[in-house]
């Protein structure tokens, strides 16, 4: 068997996704995802221009020979461009593997280790009654694990929270919009937040909350102190994932649930914070840290400190990486939880799945592969408009993190 095409598939049914399909002699196909949000053409350029070329006339079934052979065989290694690019053709490469042999992803991998994949979806509001309200209406969908963010009161905008009634897409203009940020407005409203939700919802409910790399590590510890007597699931990147050691200290002063990772590509971004036992779960995801071949090493590598899973999952990875990381959690024996952010029916007509959602757990179906394809007919009618991540800057104009 030998590959004999590898073409990507770009489109944008509602926010743009980058599709990798690799095809084989014998007809088999494979599906992965290529979105990296805010910057999908690097990719759609790395693999076409430089990687796909090289995946002509090889054996599709040797997956790790493939994945060295990208991988190590660079001078140019890791970062989220080459990375997003080597988990797509992984993805696919998985995909065709399990349709060879008949049965869906999670079996290939080893087997189920769950009935259900827990995940957790996003409730956003303007001020803190309007997050209530739609903890409430998830609530009533089913699920278990809820992350809450609202506005705050001074800040015209704040990550999380949605213009208008429409869902929340952080890629919102051509170039990047600019917004403003306070740490000291934020700090001082948010905990209110945690305390609402646990006097409406009780203590059976998780909480999650992502403060987006926003804080030093001192300020983080006196959020992850301040929230404790509402027991958070985590608390997600409070200090820019760049410094691993900013953890040591704010481990020193909470015992708030530590999670970190989306943004990491390799093992060697995270090695520290799980062999030192500074976070709690490892937020790396198939399509961004070099796909399911490299997705097992890093959990491997986590289980032997305790560390779970807690894949990203928001929008803008498409519904290709929802399936294939559904099947790595339905596996993965130290699983945490999944993020979920519902994709739009205009994107899951695009992208027809088999995965399904029932009271708070996924399942991922029992298709052969990952049960995820694409319509490139109908693809092919949403083409790709550029949209940007927006930037912050502090009250006196300092840019920041955003």
Same mark, same amino acid.
């Given at each position: ?34 979105? $990296? ?9 790395? !693999? ?19 994945? =060295? ?23 696919? !490469? ?12 999670? =079996? ?19 001020? /803190? ?8 209406? #998830?609530? +009533? ?15 015209? @905008? ?9 869902? #929340? ?6 170039? &990047?919009? +600019? ?6 407005? %934020?700090?001082?409203? /948010?905990?209110? !937040? ?22 030093? &590590? ?13 027991? $958070? ?40 914070? /799980?062999?030192? =036992? ?26 032997? #400190? ?11 990875? @498409? ?10 959690? %339905? ?6 939880? =999944? ?5 739009? +029916?205009?994107? !899951? ?5 088999? %995965? ?7 399942? &991922?179906?029992?298709? &052969? ?7 490139? +007919? ?25």
């Amino acid at each position: 068997m030998k590959i004999t095409e590898a073409k990507v598939i770009v489109c944008s049914p509602g926010r743009n996704f980058v599709t990798l399909k690799i095809v084989t002699d014998e007809g088999v196909y494979g599906i992965g995802d290529a979105t $990296l949000n805010g910057r999908e053409k690097s990719v759609v350029s790395f !693999l076409e221009d430089y990687l796909c070329p090289s995946l002509i006339g090889r054996d599709p079934q040797r997956i790790e020979d493939i994945w =060295q052979f990208f991988y190590r065989g660079a001078y140019w290694r890791r970062g989220p461009v080459g990375m997003t690019a080597i988990a797509a053709i992984d993805t696919a !490469l998985w995909d065709i593997k399990a349709k060879l042999a008949n049965m869906p992803l999670y =079996q290939l991998l080893g087997g189920r280790s769950r009935d259900g994949v827990m995940v957790y979806t996003h409730a956003n509001g303007h001020d /803190i009654e309007s997050t209530l309200e739609q903890v409430g209406k #998830y609530v +009533e969908k089913g699920y278990k694990a809820v992350r809450v963010q609202c506005g705050i009161p001074g800040i015209a @905008s704040t990550y999380g929270v949605p213009k208008g009634n429409k869902a #929340y897409e952080p890629a919102d203009s051509d170039l &990047p919009s +600019e917004t403003s940020w306070s740490t000291e407005k %934020y700090l001082n409203h /948010i905990p209110q !937040l945690f305390q609402e939700v646990r006097k409406q919802f009780g203590d059976d409910l998780h909480i999650l909350h992502d403060v987006h790399h926003r804080l030093t &590590p001192i300020e983080a510890a006196r959020l992850g102190k301040e929230v404790e007597p509402y027991h $958070l699931f985590w608390l997600e990147d409070c200090v820019p994932a760049e410094n691993q050691e900013a953890f040591k200290l704010i481990r020193q002063h909470t015992t708030t649930p530590l999670a970190v990772g989306e943004v990491f590509n390799s093992i060697h971004d995270c090695r520290e914070l /799980i062999q030192n =036992q500074l976070i709690d779960y490892i937020r790396t995801t198939v399509v961004h840290a070099g796909g399911i071949t490299h997705l097992r090493r890093i959990a491997d590598f986590a289980a032997l #400190y305790n560390v779970r899973t807690g894949s990203h999952g928001a929008t803008d990875l @498409s519904p290709v990486c929802m399936g294939a990381a559904l099947h790595f959690d %339905y596996w993965v024996p130290n699983f945490g939880i =999944q993020e979920h952010m519902a994709h739009s +029916e205009q994107m !899951l007509e695009v992208f027809p799945h088999a %995965y399904r959602f029932n009271d708070g757990y996924f399942t &991922p179906g029992e298709l &052969p592969g990952h049960g995820v394809d694409i319509n490139e +007919e109908l693809a092919a009618k949403y083409p790709y408009k550029r949209a940007c991540l927006p930037v912050a800057r502090l009250e006196d104009g300092t840019l920041w993190n955003w």
